[in-house]
């Protein structure tokens, strides 16, 4: 189509390069000048139209007399001059290597034709309501857009791969949306982890050595009857022990005692006998 506006000298009226020139009805020269290009105009927006079928035509039915808004509007609705596009196709430019059989100007022209792809995938130019045009892709939004490239590009596309592709989607592709994105992804993948470290860490019952709480353990009931009996049969043991204690100390006691008096009656008996004498 582009060949065709060229051929009848409307392809600079399609693109907005060439704007109206002023009229001025007293001027012959001028007068000249204004109908050559409304002619071209014409016959560019003939060409435009032409080349559409009927699903597109209803596009560009109200301003099929106008070639520069023919071809911004075509350009929004079949070129897909998204952000993801321009994003893809910056991503093809720096991935030009040198392929094998290929000559170094062969590789320039495979390079030029990617930079012409990312051009024509750039918001298009305004036209206002004097027919000049108004560029709208700025210096800062390309610094934006190679931001954007690098934070994505450096994602391994095994891990982020499902990311990646869904920040792409976004109508917007600006520096502080794909910030947001990104923070919004590490919250989301930090609670991941979490929760998989919880599921992983397994619960080893002391008594069985086996995978489960020592609630549920069916050795727990065992264990318990066999500690109850263990404590009852050593209260008994102690308790004999102190019976034995206490009654033999009774006994030692009263025998000591005795001895005690029987020594204390044979000393006096023996002290009377030694005055008698």
């Known amino acids: 189509m582009f060949g065709r506006l060229m051929s009848v000298g409307g392809a600079r009226i399609a693109t907005g390069e060439e704007t109206p020139p002023a009229l001025e009805p007293s001027n012959p020269a001028s007068l000249t000048i204004w109908s050559s290009y409304q002619l071209r105009s014409d016959r560019a927006a003939g060409e435009i139209y032409q080349w559409l079928d009927e699903g597109n035509k209803i596009h560009v039915d109200d301003i099929r007399d106008k070639p520069a808004l023919m071809w911004v509007k075509l350009r929004e609705i079949h070129s897909k001059s998204a952000p993801n596009a321009r994003f893809n196709s910056l991503s093809d430019l720096f991935m030009v290597r ?20 990312i051009r024509s995938l750039r918001p298009p130019l305004i036209i206002n309501s004097d027919g000049t045009a108004t560029q709208t892709y700025t210096l800062e939004m390309l610094d934006d857009e190679l931001c954007t490239m690098a ?8 891990d982020y791969g499902s990311f990646v592709s869904s920040v792409l989607m976004l109508n917007n592709l600006g520096k502080d949306m794909v910030k947001e994105a990104f923070c919004t992804e590490e919250i989301q993948h930090t609670a991941a982890d979490e929760e ?19 609630t549920e353990c069916p ?4 264990a318990q009857s066999h500690i109850s009996k263990d404590d009852s049969s050593k209260s008994k043991k102690r308790g004999g022990r102190q019976g034995w204690n206490s009654t033999t100390r009774a006994d030692i006691a009263k025998t000591t005692d005795s001895a005690k008096i029987e020594e204390g009656f044979d000393r006096t008996a023996i002290k009377a006998k030694a005055a008698v004498c």
């Not at 919880?198 to 019952?205: L, N």
């Not at 050795?219 to 065992?222: F, K, M, P, T």
């Open 219 to 222: 050795h727990l009931s065992a």
């Open 98 to 117: 040198l392929r094998e059989e290929e000559t170094l100007t062969q590789l320039c022209t495979h390079v030029e034709g990617c930079m012409q792809q």
């Open 151 to 158: 934070m994505l590009r450096a994602l391994l596309r095994e």
């Open 196 to 214: 998989a470290a919880a599921v992983s860490c397994t619960i080893i019952c002391y008594l069985c050595k086996k995978e489960h709480k020592i």
